[in-house]
């Protein structure tokens, strides 16, 4: 079933959500920027917290019209986010893991609620945080040598955590 939500943004569609699927939504790109630093095996460090930090200003400046007024609320408890969320999730690399995604399964769910277009823009701007936090702690093999080997390999590893939502 889909949300009537044509001409609205993204905050005017979430307010309409029960209160723990809004809190898990605008949690979402914490969660997703330290389910890639995890997944890289790394904890977070202030370079990674940076690099999402500096994405998420781009999407408040520069991102879909639909979408900036949902950032700009998340850019204004972004880092006490992701430190609460980097304290309070196990510590070990499955469990951790394991526990982000739980936590985003409501957020997928609610996803996929949506009208294509908006599904599509929605989806593509959180998991830019993936791409953001694995720029950060990709090591120098990855960065310098893999994309002269074969770009499919960086394509096929994208694949890999673009499931999470």
Known sequence: MQIGIKNKTMNEIIQNQKEELKDLIYKAPALITLYAVNHRGESLGPSEERAAIIYLSILCNQGPEELQDFFVDVKKTFQECLSKLDKSLPKGEKERKAEIEEQLL?????????????????????????????????????????????DNLRKIENERMRWIL
């Open 106 to 150: 409501p957020v997928k769910h609610f996803i996929n609620t949506l009208p294509l277009s908006y599904k599509t823009i929605f989806k593509e701007a959180l998991l830019g945080f993936l791409t953001h936090a694995r720029g950060v702690v990709g090591d120098t093999l990855e960065s310098v040598i893999l994309p002269f080997i074969s």
